[in-house]
C-alpha cells in the first residue's frame, strides 16, 4: 500500500530579527547606536585567528593537503588558545564591572575570539573602552521556539498510529532521484561514522526514523543533572538548547500542526525506520545526527558541535536584516569551516509570494556566506525548479567584508513535493520548500566523508564543483548555482580520487 500524501507548503522558516547595529573601532566603520535599556552584545578582541576579510581565502590555500582530523585538532587548539589568551588581559575587568552590576551573563568563545554578555550603557562604555576590544555586535534577542502549554502531558495524549513502516517498500522519489541507493548498494557506504548537526527548531526525538541515528554523547549521563563531561552543558547528550540553557530539546508543539521543521531536515539526512538503509527514508541513513537550537548563541552550538566531532552543520533557516552582524555570522562559520566542518543551508523561499525580497537579498543568512556555506537551491521531480526558490547573486558590502557581488547560490538539490514525516514519524506528508534542499545536501555530504573521512570542506565543494550537473541556463546561474548534485557521482568522484 502507498503511503497517503498530504501536501503541505513553505517550510523554510524564518527569523524575524530587528536591525542589529554594530560598533567597530580599529578601521572598521562605526555604525552602533544603543538604546537606554540593557542589551546583549558579543565583543570581538582585536586579535582573531582569521584576522582579516580576506584571510578564509588564503588560509584554505595554506592548508592544501592537511587532513581534515589533524587540522581541526591543529585550529582547535589554535582558537582555545588566542581565546585564554587574550580573555586573560580583560577577565579583571569583567569582574570588577559585574560586581558593578554594569555587565552579567559573560561567556567566553572561542571560535571567535571574544567573549557574549548583557550590558548597561555605562557597561558598554567601558567594554568599549578596552584596549583589546575591537568590536561590539548587538546580538538579537532569542527567539521563542516553543509552543504553549503542550507538555509532556499533552504528548502523552498523542495516539499511537496503526502505520506500518513496510510501506516504505521502494524508496521515496526524492531519494532515487538523487541516486542515494545507488552509493549503498554499489559502494556499501551509508554514512556510517558521520556525524550531521541539525541547527533548528521543531525537534522530536522519539519518532522511529530518527531516533536510531540520534547522536548520543558518551562523556554525558543523561538525565541526572550533571554535567559530566564538564563541558559547562548539564545532560547534554543528544544536543542542546543553547538559548534557554537546557538539555530539553523535545518540543511539545504538536497540536494542529502538520509537520515539525527540525525533524523534516533531520529525516531527509539519516531518516530510516530500520538501522540501516533497508526502508531508508533520508540519503545518509546510518549517519547520526543531533539537534540544536541557537536563535541567538550561534558561537556556543558550533563550539559545541566541534567538540562533539560533528561533520556537516546543516541550518534550514534564513535571516534578513543583520547589517554588520552578518559579519560576526561570516567570520564564526570561516573559522568553524576551518575546523573541518561543512556548513549548508537552504537558499530560502524568497522568490515570490508574500515573503517576496529581491534580489541581492533573496538569499540571506546563512546562505549568503561565500565558500565556507554551500547555499542549496532546489527543483521538483520534474527537474524545474519551483517559483518560490530564492536566487542570487548576494551582495556584501558590510564594513568588514567588501566582496561586493557573491555568486549564489552554490548547487541545487530537490525542494518541491517531497515525502516528509510527520510529528509521529509517519511518511504521510510531503512538503516543498528549500528547508529540505540544504538537508538533501547535508546527506550527500556525509556520503562523500563516510567514504572519505579526512576530505577538508573546500575538497568537498571542489568534487560538487566537479560532479555537479549543469541544469538551467548553461553554465552557472542564479537560479541553480553550479548545478544539480546526485551522491552517485559525488561519492564515486570521492573514492576514485
Ligand atoms: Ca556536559
Ligand atoms: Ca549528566
Request: aromatic residues 10%.
Amino acid at each position: 500500500m502507498k503511503p497517503r500524501f498530504r501536501l503541505l507548503f513553505f517550510v523554510f522558516c524564518s527569523f524575524p530579527f530587528l536591525r542589529v547595529f554594530s560598533h567597530v573601532s580599529e578601521g572598521i566603520a562605526s555604525t552602533y547606536a544603543y538604546a537606554d535599556s540593557t542589551q546583549t552584545v558579543v565583543v570581538w578582541f582585536k586579535k582573531q585567528y582569521l584576522p582579516d576579510a580576506d584571510s578564509y581565502v588564503k588560509q584554505i590555500a595554506a592548508f592544501k593537503g592537511k587532513k581534515r582530523s589533524a587540522l581541526r585538532i591543529e585550529v582547535v587548539a589554535a582558537l582555545k588558545a588566542m581565546s585564554a589568551s587574550s580573555f586573560a588581559r580583560v577577565e579583571a575587568k569583567l569582574k570588577e564591572l559585574e560586581s558593578e552590576g554594569l555587565v552579567a551573563n559573560v561567556k567566553q568563545h572561542w571560535i571567535i575570539n571574544g567573549f557574549s554578555c548583557t550590558l548597561t550603557p555605562e557597561g558598554f562604555k567601558a567594554i568599549e573602552a578596552l584596549e583589546e576590544v575591537a568590536t561590539i555586535f548587538k546580538k538579537p534577542k532569542p527567539r521563542a521556539t516553543r509552543g504553549k502549554n503542550m507538555g509532556p502531558e499533552y504528548l502523552a495524549t498523542i495516539p499511537i498510529t496503526d502505520f506500518d513502516p513496510k510501506e516504505v517498500e521502494s524508496y521515496p522519489w526524492n531519494i532515487k532521484n538523487i541516486r542515494a541507493p545507488e552509493v549503498w548498494n554499489e559502494f556499501g557506504i551509508t554514512g556510517k561514522g558521520v556525524l550531521n548537526i541539525v541547527h533548528d527548531s521543531g525537534f522530536k526525538l522519539d519518532v522511529p526514523p530518527l531516533a536510531s541515528n540520534l547522536f548520543t554523547n558518551e562523556g554525558e549521563i543523561p538525565g541526572n543533572g550533571i554535567d559530566d563531561d564538564q563541558n559547562g552543558y548539564i545532560d547534554d547528550y543528544h544536543g542542546y538548547h543553547f538559548d534557554e540553557a537546557s538539555a530539553n530539546i523535545n518540543e511539545p508543539i504538536i497540536r494542529r500542526r502538520t509537520n515539525i521543521h527540525g525533524n523534516l531536515c533531520a529525516a531527509m539526512i539519516v531518516g530510516t525506520y530500520a538501522t540501516d538503509s533497508k526502508q531508508a527514508i533520508g540519503i545518509a541513513p546510518e549517519a547520526k545526527w543531533a539537534p540544536v537550537l541557537a536563535t541567538s548563541n550561534i558561537e556556543e552550538a558550533i563550539e559545541w558541535a566541534i567538540e562533539q566531532g560533528a561533520d556537516t552543520y546543516s541550518m534550514s533557516f534564513s535571516q534578513p536584516n543583520l547589517g554588520e552582524y552578518r559579519t560576526h555570522w561570516r567570520k564564526v562559520i570561516e573559522q568553524g569551516s576551518l575546523c573541518g566542518i561543512v556548513f549548508i543551508s537552504g537558499a530560502g523561499n524568497f522568490a515570490s509570494g508574500a515573503n517576496y525580497a529581491p534580489v541581492p537579498v533573496q538569499m540571506r543568512n546563512p546562505e549568503d556566506i561565500p565558500l565556507a556555506v554551500l547555499g542549496v537551491a532546489g527543483v521538483g521531480e520534474d527537474g524545474q525548479r519551483p517559483k518560490f526558490s530564492s536566487q542570487g547573486p548576494v551582495e556584501w558590502n558590510t564594513s568588514y567584508y567588501k566582496d561586493g557581488q557573491v555568486d549564489k547560490p552554490d548547487f541545487t538539490t530537490i525542494n518541491a513535493k517531497v515525502p516528509c514525516i510527520d510529528p509521529e514519524g509517519r511518511l504521510l506528508n510531503m512538503a516543498s520548500g528549500n528547508s529540505l534542499s540544504g538537508p538533501h545536501m547535508a546527506g550527500i555530504v556525509s556520503l562523500m566523508l563516510a567514504a572519505d573521512p579526512e576530505l577538508l570542506p573546500w575538497e568537498i565543494r571542489d568534487i560538487l564543483l566537479k560532479t555537479a550537473k549543469d541544469i538551467g541556463t548553461p553554465g552557472f546561474d542564479y537560479q541553480s548555482g553550479h548545478g544539480f548534485v546526485n551522491a552517485y557521482d559525488a561519492v564515486k568522484e570521492v573514492l576514485e580520487e
